[in-house]
T-cell receptor, first 113, second 112 residues
Framework: GDSVTQMEGPVTLSEEAFLTINCTYTATGYPSLFWYVQYPGEGLQLLLK?????DKGSNKGFEATYRKETTSFHLEKGSVQVSDSAVYFC????????????FGTGTKLQVIP | GAGVSQSPSNKVTEKGKDVELRCDPI?????LYWYRQSLGQGLEFLIYFQGNSAPDKSGLPSDRFSAERTGGSVSTLTIQRTQQEDSAVYLCASTLGQETQYFGPGTRLLVL
């Protein structure tokens, strides 16, 4: 079945450090890929997405590129801030009418001043 | 409404009691999902409703869990004879077929 694998956390970084959170997937079809973020005490919200190979999703300084050849969608940010501390979830959904979403287990990021 | 709402926001119950959790999706959204998020864990899919199709119940952990969606809008997740391992945050999300899921704030359930 479809699955998403994320690097385990927690990830602790100093402010202004470079961030990479790895995400790989397996899918029976041609998925759309997402990163969701959950800030402390808040609900999940979409951070960025990409719907086809080589697309780059970006938002709030975060980027992720849909790599079909490596089945990956790694999240990156060049310079993290304390306010980026959150749990990040990679997810996929197959195209078509049935849009059940498969989530990874989440990666907790803590940015320290 | 402007977003997905869930009620109650917190629920404390005794082991063995039944609980009902409510989700009001964004108006017009055809798909509705329930997830469970245990402390320190990822999202566990429970059930999925899409329009008038039969729901996908493949994620329900036991027959103590059930859900319904009335009139294609509001959904209720019912947990019968609650157990301590049912303690978690129960999240609801809706979508209009744009693939992006809009999440509610969740119901934090504690079973004593």
């Amino acid at each position: 079945g479809d699955s998403v694998t994320q690097m385990e956390g927690p990830v602790t970084l100093s402010e202004e450090a470079f961030l990479t959170i790895n995400c790989t997937y397996t899918a029976t079809g041609y998925p759309s890929l997402f990163w969701y973020v959950q800030y402390p005490g808040e609900g999940l919200q979409l951070l960025l997405k990409a719907t086809k190979a080589d697309d780059k999703g970006s938002n709030k300084g975060f980027e992720a590129t849909y790599r079909k050849e490596t089945t990956s969608f790694h999240l990156e940010k060049g310079s993290v801030q304390v306010s980026d501390s959150a749990v990040y979830f990679c997810a996929l959904t197959l195209s078509g009418g049935y849009q059940k979403v498969t989530f990874g287990t989440g990666t907790k990021l803590q940015v320290i001043p | 409404g402007a977003g997905v709402s869930q009620s109650p926001s917190n629920k404390v119950t005794e082991k063995g009691k039944d609980v009902e959790l409510r989700c009001d999706p964004i108006s017009g959204h055809t798909a509705l999902y329930w997830y469970r998020q245990s402390l320190g864990q990822g999202l566990e899919f429970l059930i999925y409703f899409q329009g008038n199709s039969a729901p996908d119940k493949s994620g329900l952990p036991s027959d103590r869990f059930s859900a319904e969606r009335t009139g294609g809008s509001v959904s209720t997740l019912t947990i019968q004879r609650t157990q301590q391992e049912d303690s978690a945050v129960y999240l609801c999300a809706s979508t209009l077929g744009q693939e992006t899921q809009y999440f509610g704030p969740g119901t934090r359930l504690l079973v004593l």
